[in-house]
Each structure stands twice: as structure tokens, then as C-alpha cells.
């Protein structure tokens, strides 16, 4: 089988290509991504060699290109995992998000029914909003997004299950829930709390932190998606996650138990406006299909912070350089106005 991966430098992508060219040694896939900030070539060092492997820098909103790259490779399955993804980000510079996670979605859904293509979405447990405690979000849920990302991503979901009831594009769609493991982009909480830490620096937790979250490990998203795609009914959404959440609180305690760091680090900064209190997603309809995760969130948190810890070649460059920029912006005010813990 041929698959096209896009966002394939990122994050989730990039382990997701790992996972796949290793558990599937007759296929071969096409990296379809833009490199933003967040997509790094070396995210598959390793693999660039491979003839299994390839790489199209091109947008999904492209509609010339996207069409190109799938008919050039006879590709058979797309994977969308493309997107601009981080909330605060969102909230600073909302716009690109629309034209990435929502127009770039639809152009992929355009070029998938033009060539009669399956696609797989990658989708997120923000879609459902906050959840009140007591309840865990379902598929079949209304969505009620809260900030510009997830409104974006709920949006992307809309359209790609329009084209399922409207052209019977076959399409499926996983929810994931927070996932930490090697290769995230340190703006996001755990690798800037695990690096922050190891340079000694302030950990900014924002408001009281004691928003909840699923913390789920990047390899078990990846067998998640796996299951949808070898097993998964056409036409349904699930959600991927462990089923269980902590506390940020209990999260940082994790980094800095596992790094032998003092509580102290923790500085309680403004809030992020719109902060979502809690999600939480039952995950039986991928049980149901004998999926299991491999992590708790525990594990996950300990084994994604010693990978930080290992890994200062793969975070130095990175921080050292424009997310620099970003940081201070995010950061230097709220952490300038605020007492530690
Ligand atoms: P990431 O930010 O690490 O990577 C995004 C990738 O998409 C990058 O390689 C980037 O270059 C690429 N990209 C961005 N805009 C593009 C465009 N217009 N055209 C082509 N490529 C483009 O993201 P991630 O954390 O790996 O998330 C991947 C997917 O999973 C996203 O759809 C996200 O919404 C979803 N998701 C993420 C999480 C999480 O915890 N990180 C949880 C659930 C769902
Ligand atoms: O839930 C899935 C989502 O998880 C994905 O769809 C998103 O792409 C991904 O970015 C992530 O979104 P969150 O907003 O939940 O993740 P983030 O790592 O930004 O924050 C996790 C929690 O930590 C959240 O409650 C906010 C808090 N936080 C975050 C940062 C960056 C802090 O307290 N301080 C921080 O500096």
C-alpha cells in the first residue's frame, strides 16, 4: 500500500511514519508537509535513506500539489495529520489556523474524492470542549469547541464527515487526547516543563493547575490509528486516549520527580483565556476493536520527560533559535508578574 502522511515532519506524524515503515515492511510512504516551525526534517533522520520513504514540501491547501503528489506515487491511503496545533498559538495568531486545519482539510477531501482515495483525519478530543466532571466524552457527542484551534479542527471534522454522508467518500476519524513522547515541539506543556526543568528554569503553570488532562503516549495514539485503519468501520469516528486524566499539578510533579528537581521551579502564571477545565473521552469503541494502550498517563509523562532529559542534541537548536521569540511573548510578562508556588 502507498500512503501519503501528511504533517509527517511533526510530532505525532513523524513517530506515526516510524511506527508504520516498521510495521508494515511492504509499504511506502509520501511525507506531504509545509515544514512550518513545528515540521522538522529530522524528526526522521534516520529513515531519509530509505526507498520506502520520500518527502513532498507542499501545503494541504494546495490543491495543484496535493493532486500531484497522490497520482505520482499511486497513493492509496491519505493521513492527515497536518495542522497548526498549539492553542496558544492559536490564540496569538488565530487565522492560519483556519486556513491550514480547515481549507487545507477540504482541499484533501477534494483531491481524495477526485481520485476516489480513502482518508484517514486526524482529529482531537478538544472538538467535545470542556467536560464537567462525572461525564467522559463519546463519539456521538455534539462538538462545542472553545478556542480558535479547536473550533478550526471541529470544523475539519464537519466537512470530512459531509463528505462521507454527502459523496460516501470513505473516510474514518480518530479523537486523540494530549500526547507526549519523543519529537513534540517544545512549546507544548510536558517538553517545556521537562527542558525548562533541565536548564533550571521556571516551570509556568498556568492559573491554579488544576485543569485535567489524558496525558496519552504518542506510541499508543500511533496503534490507535493503526486499528482504525486496519479494522476501523468507514464512515466512524473514535477517540484514542487512556481513559484516565490527572491534574497539570500532578503532571509537573511527574517531570520533576523523574528529573531529581525541586518543587520550587513552579511558578503559577496568568491563566490562558478560555482554558478548557478538563477533557476526558471514553475510549470503548477502540477497545472494541482490541486495542489496548501500552501507557498510563503516569508512564507516559515519566518516559517522555527521560526522553528530554536524553535527547538535549534534538531541543537545544530548537530552543536556541526562533522559539525564542515566541517563548518571550508568551512568557516573559507572566512569568515577570507572578510569585513561585
Ligand atoms: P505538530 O505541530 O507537531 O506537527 C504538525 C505538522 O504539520 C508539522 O510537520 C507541520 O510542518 C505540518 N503542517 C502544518 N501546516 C501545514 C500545511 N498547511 N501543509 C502541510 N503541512 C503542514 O502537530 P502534532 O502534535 O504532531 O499533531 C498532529 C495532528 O494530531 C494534528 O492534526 C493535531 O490537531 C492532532 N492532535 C494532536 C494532539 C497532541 O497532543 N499533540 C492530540 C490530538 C490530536
Ligand atoms: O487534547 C489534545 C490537544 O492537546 C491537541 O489537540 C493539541 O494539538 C495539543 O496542543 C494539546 O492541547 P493542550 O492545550 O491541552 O496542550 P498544551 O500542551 O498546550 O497544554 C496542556 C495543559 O497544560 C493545558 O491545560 C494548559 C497547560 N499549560 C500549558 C502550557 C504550554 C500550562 O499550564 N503552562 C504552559 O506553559
Known amino acids: 500500500m502507498n500512503l501519503l502522511i501528511t504533517g509527517g515532519c ?15 515492511p511492504r509499504d511506502r510512504i509520501v511525507v506531504y508537509d ?51 496545533t498549539h492553542v496558544d498559538q492559536s490564540i496569538l ?34 472538538v ?36 462521507y454522508i454527502t459523496y460516501s467518500l470513505p473516510v474514518t476519524i480518530t479523537r486523540g487526547a494530549n500526547n507526549v513522547g519523543p519529537f513534540q515541539y517544545p512549546e507544548k506543556v510536558v517538553p517545556l516543563f521537562a527542558t525548562n526543568a533541565v536548564l533550571g528554569e521556571a516551570l509556568p503553570v ?35 486516549g487512556t481513559g484516565r486524566e490527572m491534574t497539570n499539578l500532578e503532571m509537573v510533579n511527574i517531570v520533576l520527580e523523574t528529573l531529581g528537581q525541586d518543587r520550587s521551579l513552579i511558578q503559577h502564571v496568568t491563566d490562558r483565556p478560555g482554558h478548557d477545565r478538563r477533557y476526558s473521552m471514553n475510549v470503548d469503541k477502540l477497545r472494541a476493536l482490541s486495542w489496548e494502550p501500552k501507557y498510563d498517563p503516569w508512564q507516559a509523562v515519566t518516559e517522555a520527560t527521560r526522553w528530554y532529559a536524553q535527547n538535549r542534541a534534538w531541543w537545544e537548536p530548537i530552543r536556541n533559535g526562533e522559539f525564542r521569540e515566541y517563548y518571550d511573548r508568551q512568557y516573559a510578562e507572566r512569568l515577570a508578574g507572578t510569585r513561585k508556588a
Not at 529530522?42 to 514540501?57: A, C, Y
Not at 490543491?63 to 497520482?71: E, G, K, P, T, V
Not at 462545542?144 to 479542527?153: E, F, G, I, L, T
Request: glycine share 8%; aromatic share 8%.
Open 34 to 84: 509545509k515544514l512550518t516551525y513545528a515540521g522538522r526534517r529530522e524528526n526522521l533522520h534516520d529513515l531519509w535513506d530509505s526507498p520506502r520513504l520520500s518527502l513532498v514540501q507542499a501545503d494541504i491547501a494546495d490543491m495543484d500539489a496535493a493532486r500531484r503528489a497522490c497520482c505520482e506515487n499511486q497513493i492509496d491511503l491519505i493521513v492527515n495529520f497536518a495542522a497548526e
Open 10 to 24: 511533526g510530532f505525532i506524524g513523524s513517530n506515526f511514519v516510524r511506527y508504520w515503515l516498521e510495521s508494515h
Open 128 to 163: 467535545y470542549g470542556h467536560i464537567p466532571d462525572g461525564h467522559q466524552s463519546v463519539e456521538t457527542d455534539p462538538l462545542a469547541p472553545r478556542s480558535p484551534y479547536a473550533a478550526s479542527k471541529a470544523a475539519a471534522d464537519q466537512l470530512v464527515q459531509a463528505y
Open 206 to 240: 498556568y492559573g491554579d493547575g488544576l485543569q485535567m488532562r489524558d496525558y496519552a503516549h504518542v506510541y499508543d495514539h500511533c496503534t490507535g490509528i493503526e486499528t482504525v485503519l486496519l479494522r476501523g468501520e468507514i464512515g466512524q469516528v473514535y477517540n484514542v
Open 93 to 126: 495568531g488565530p487565522l492560519i489556523f483556519t486556513d491550514t486545519n480547515v481549507r487545507g482539510t477540504h482541499v484533501l477531501l477534494e483531491v481524495a474524492r477526485e481520485l476516489g482515495i480513502r482518508m484517514h483525519h486526524i482529529s482531537t478530543d478538544e
